[in-house]
């Protein structure tokens, strides 16, 4: 089918959508999911760029957040052109245009997003989903090797990238895993190890500046959006995207994400959630987050256990080495005297405070910042191992240290909000010493945190069992 045919839909709905826009004679960011030719619009553009991703054999849970990307990047351009259209529904004398002048005003628009943008995005969307699949399937015991497509269509700062080898938890693939520009062609594919010599790691990086700068007119870099990687982000289009950036784009993307936001009414019928509710919340949590669960949320469970505040546990077959069944929660109601904190009962009664719309206590916020210490567990990709003393402390150092930077989003999604990050940063229950210790390692090193968080992140999920090597060599990397 020609690319032509493919946006046919689109055309269509995007005809309806600028007609219903001269109708109102105007355009605010909440009407997008209230109008149904936006609406539908938005579904059109989704189902376009999710053509472009079926041919590719991704996991379940990497594939759902890829399609939840391009549903909210099918939002946000769909807001950008209705954003733009409007402010040419008036004439100068600020009366409205008659319809047959406004569609000849906006026929440039129309054709920009979807036809021309359009194509190029839906271009981008199969080579992203192409990489996020590659990186799905990436072993440590192989490296990488960046390759272009070798002909004379191949932009000069992708041929410099041609034939870098580097091994696949090196630095450079967080930055300019391909692809790295609208039409990019190229790939990164796994290679034995030894069977190429490894490339310089800084010169590569350079390199990959390079080929993803272009200052325009404005002195912004053009380019440096493309600096991510869809596997790692699980990301179909670029976080940084110029859609982003179009005024009330927050907006949209608040109002899109509530599709996958758990409304706790529905669940809690009384003033405080029974154990029942409470699992019920969890379970359909691990329902719209798959990502969260490498084989899914098999229980939820509350015990009365001294020796932990929650827990994460999944059972393996010593003889294949092989996880058997998904994971199981477990939140104790034990009251630890010496804070006064009490696991079960706190999240219980974040929960009914997140419900009722009104501000979680501290301890209340840090019962959700520790579950998701351990959903973090339940998200990573390591096989089982047995860790030393030394590599258990670095695995959960970071795992904690990680927990905290990145648990807001967690509260999000049941719709609450983190008030109190800053304090659970220094005072947190968990891995105390561990944290400020780690924390002031940093901070002399002048290290920001969040960097290092971002950074880090990617590793514990792949394997942690080296986390404690990955620490080391950014520590020494990127120390001031």
């Known amino acids: 089918m020609a690319i032509e045919n493919?946006?046919?839909?689109?055309?269509?709905?995007?005809?309806?959508?600028?007609?219903?826009?001269?109708?109102?004679?105007?355009?605010?960011?909440?009407?997008?999911?209230?109008?149904?030719?936006?609406?539908?619009?938005?579904?059109?553009?989704?189902?376009?760029?999710?053509?472009?991703?079926?041919?590719?054999?991704?996991?379940?849970?990497?594939?759902k957040s890829l399609k939840e990307d391009i549903f909210i990047f099918s939002g946000l351009k769909t807001h950008a052109q209705l954003f733009e259209a409007s402010s040419l529904l008036l004439t100068d004398e600020n009366k409205k245009k008659s319809f047959s002048q406004f569609s000849k005003d906006v026929s440039k628009i129309?054709?920009?997003?979807?036809?021309?943008?359009?194509?190029?995005?839906?271009?981008?969307?199969?080579?992203?989903?192409?990489?996020?699949?590659?990186?799905?399937?990436?072993?440590?015991?192989?490296?990488?090797?960046?390759?272009?497509?070798?002909?004379?269509?191949?932009?000069?700062?992708?041929?410099?990238l041609h034939n870098v080898t580097l091994a696949a938890d090196d630095v450079f693939w967080i930055y300019y895993y391909p692809p790295n520009g609208w039409r990019c062609r190229c790939l990164a594919i796994m290679v034995r190890k030894g069977k190429f010599d490894v490339s310089d790691?800084?010169?590569?990086?350079?390199?990959?500046?390079?080929?993803?700068?272009?200052i325009g007119k404005d002195g912004k870099n053009k380019l440096a959006i493309f600096r991510f990687n869809p596997g790692l982000t699980k990301k179909i289009f670029p976080p940084e995207h110029p859609y982003t950036k179009v005024k009330g784009a927050k907006a949209v993307v608040k109002e899109l994400k509530k599709e996958n936001t758990i409304d706790l009414a529905d669940f809690i019928k009384g003033e405080d959630?029974?154990?029942?509710?409470?699992?019920?919340?969890?379970?359909k949590y691990a329902d719209i987050s798959p990502e969260d669960f490498?084989?899914?949320?098999?229980?939820?469970?509350?015990?009365?256990?001294?020796?932990?505040?929650?827990?994460?546990?999944?059972?393996?077959?010593?003889?294949s080495g092989e996880w058997v069944g998904g994971s199981i929660?477990?939140?104790?109601?034990?009251?630890?005297?010496?804070?006064?904190?009490?696991?079960?009962?706190?999240?219980?009664?974040?929960?009914?405070?997140?419900?009722?719309?009104?501000?979680?206590?501290?301890n209340q916020e840090y019962s959700f910042e520790s579950l998701w210490h351990?959903?973090?567990?339940?998200?990573?990709?390591?096989?089982?191992?047995?860790?030393?003393?030394?590599?258990?402390?670095?695995?959960?150092?970071?795992?904690?240290?990680?927990?905290?930077?990145?648990?807001?989003?967690?509260?999000?999604?049941?719709?609450?909000?983190?008030?109190?990050?800053?304090?659970?940063?220094?005072?947190g229950y968990g891995y105390k010493s561990w944290i400020t210790d780690f924390r002031a390692n940093?901070?002399?090193?002048?290290?920001?945190?969040?960097?290092?968080?971002?950074?880090?992140?990617?590793?514990?999920?792949?394997?942690y069992s080296t986390i404690g090597s990955k620490v080391t060599k950014y520590l020494n990397e990127n120390t001031k």
């Open 442 to 463: 940093l901070k002399n090193r002048k290290i920001d945190e969040k960097k290092a968080a971002k950074h880090l992140m990617p590793f514990l999920m792949e394997d």
């Open 374 to 427: 351990e959903i973090l567990h339940a998200k990573t990709k390591t096989p089982p191992k047995k860790l030393s003393t030394i590599g258990t402390k670095n695995m959960e150092t970071v795992n904690q240290f990680v927990a905290r930077h990145t648990y807001p989003d967690f509260i999000k999604k049941l719709g609450g909000e983190a008030i109190h990050q800053k304090e659970i940063l220094e005072n």
């Open 273 to 283: 959630p029974t154990n029942n509710e409470m699992k019920a919340i969890l379970l």
């Open 329 to 362: 929660i477990t939140l104790s109601s034990h009251e630890f005297s010496s804070i006064k904190f009490n696991p079960l009962e706190e999240f219980r009664g974040g929960l009914a405070a997140i419900k009722s719309g009104k501000k979680m206590t501290f």
């Open 110 to 160: 129309k054709e920009n997003y979807n036809q021309n943008y359009l194509e190029a995005e839906w271009q981008f969307a199969g080579s992203s989903a192409q990489s996020a699949a590659n990186w799905a399937d990436v072993s440590s015991d192989y490296d990488l090797q960046y390759r272009t497509a070798s002909d004379d269509k191949v932009r000069d700062s992708h041929a410099i």
């Open 201 to 214: 790691s800084k010169k590569s990086i350079a390199n990959g500046e390079k080929a993803t700068s272009q």
């Open 294 to 319: 490498r084989r899914g949320l098999d229980d939820v469970k509350f015990l009365k256990s001294t020796s932990y505040m929650m827990q994460h546990a999944m059972y393996h077959n010593r003889n």
């Open 6 to 63: 493919k946006f046919k839909g689109v055309l269509k709905t995007v005809e309806k959508a600028f007609k219903k826009l001269h109708q109102n004679g105007k355009y605010t960011p909440e009407d997008l999911l209230k109008t149904k030719e936006y609406k539908n619009l938005i579904k059109e553009t989704s189902s376009v760029f999710e053509s472009a991703i079926l041919d590719n054999d991704i996991p379940e849970a990497m594939l």
